[in-house]
């Protein structure tokens, strides 16, 4: 999703580290359904992705003393 402007999320999918989210983008893009824009509340062309995502649970700092 580098360089392209979200206009909104939702979270389809949540279990631990994982999660399957649909993402809203403005513009057109391609892999994604474009959506035109008298169907959006942007006004503007939207592009919609679902994406597959890995967060880490826990994280932690390791300190050389």
């Known amino acids: 999703m580098a360089n392209k402007e979200i206009l909104g999320e939702q979270i389809l999918y949540k279990q631990g580290s994982f999660e399957r989210a649909k993402v809203w983008v403005r513009g057109k893009h391609p892999g994604g359904k474009i ?25 932690f700092i390791v300190k050389d003393e």
């Open 35 to 59: 959506i035109s824009p008298d169907k959006t509340w942007s006004g503007d062309w939207e592009t919609e992705f679902e994406e597959t995502r890995i967060k880490p649970i826990k994280t």
